[in-house]
């Protein structure tokens, strides 16, 4: 069921999560904050409720989306979970951490949810509100983030509402996001092998001192198995250019440390803060009348590796 109510803030206080999880029960859409970013919610066993996200968002059909549970025995209902993926859950559940596994045959999912794969990407998220969306409704979320396809992530309300408009429904306010970037999503292979596919908030080093081993490498001819990855993503709308530590004319300038810019990411330097800090900054960029975007440089370590995978996506 299609609605089609214009887009409204509102504070996400007890009547607007019940609100939001009777909307996402009738087929609805709803925008709903995590720890990472904004999400557009959809119950995930609907194919005319997942196909409206793809219409809001216009997401390509080929790029699959992440499912939201609210606990490790939800996500039992929809994927086949081994040792290492409990070992994970226990580490990082709820929290910025998705993880792509053997889909069940006779999981209760909307088909282009997965987009025709056979695994599915499951998170069990932290922030309080959509975990109580999560339990309220009793449902599976399908929740990419909630901004048009290709642009730059929401961090707050009045992003969503800037970028999708009456397309988003009910737009809960729950803040601004804590950590800024979208979930790690680590592949999960039957050999006993593991890739991430997209870094995030919980780096390579963290996975690997759980399971014990190093990553598998990723071939460059690898197909779209989880969002994220594709080449040209949360682009500002302008040309941008990187490792800049000066602005040249005509250029909204992205620093960081001592580079101050126009927008600093921080400061003092500290990543964790930049993270936080990167879409809003993407977002100042967008709305600025400079023509083009430079960024300073961002050391490529901890969850810098994250800030820079996002940064060379929105340069392509």
């Not at 607007?16 to 990472?36: D, H, M, N, Q």
């Not at 390509?60 to 086949?80: E, G, R, Y």
């Not at 396809?149 to 961090?155: F, H, I, N, Y």
């Not at 949360?234 to 101050?260: C, D, I």
Request: charged share 15%; proline share 8%; glycine share 10%.
């Amino acid at each position: 069921m299609a609605d089609n109510t214009p887009a409204g803030i509102v504070s996400a206080d007890a009547a607007a999560i019940v609100e939001a999880a009777l909307r996402v029960a009738a087929g609805a859409l709803v925008a709903v904050p995590t720890e990472t970013v904004y999400g557009l919610a959809a119950r995930a066993d609907s194919e005319e409720a997942v196909a409206a996200i793809y219409r809001a968002k216009g997401r390509p059909d080929f790029n699959p989306l992440i499912v939201h549970v609210l606990d490790l025995a939800q996500a039992s209902t929809l994927a086949l979970l081994d040792d290492r993926a409990h070992k994970l859950a226990d580490a990082f559940w709820p929290g910025a951490l998705t993880m792509v596994l053997p889909k069940l045959e006779n999981a209760p999912l909307a088909a282009a949810v997965t987009a025709g794969l056979p695994t599915i990407a499951l998170r069990c998220p932290a922030h309080p509100v959509m975990r109580a969306v999560l339990e309220t409704s009793g449902l599976p979320l399908a929740a990419p983030s909630a901004n048009r396809s290709g642009g730059v992530s929401p961090t707050s309300a009045a992003h969503v509402a800037a970028s999708l408009g009456g397309k988003a429904g009910l737009i809960l306010d729950g803040g601004t996001c804590a950590q800024g970037i979208e979930s790690t999503i680590i592949a999960l292979r039957e050999n006993g092998g593991w890739q991430v596919l997209r870094p995030g908030p919980i780096t390579q080093a963290q996975l690997s001192a759980i399971l014990g081993t190093e990553p598998d490498a990723i071939a460059p001819d690898s197909g779209i198995e989880a969002p994220g990855q594709l080449a040209s993503h949360y682009a500002p709308g302008k040309p941008v250019r990187l490792e800049a530590r000066l602005a040249e004319e005509g250029e909204f300038h992205l620093g960081f440390g001592a580079v101050t810019g126009h927008f600093n990411l921080s400061p003092t330097g500290d990543l964790a803060e930049a993270a936080a800090r990167l879409y809003a900054g993407l977002h100042e960029a967008a709305l600025s009348p400079q023509p083009r975007v430079a960024v300073a440089p961002i050391p490529d370590e901890h969850i810098g590796a994250a800030i820079n995978d996002r940064l060379r996506r929105a340069a392509a």
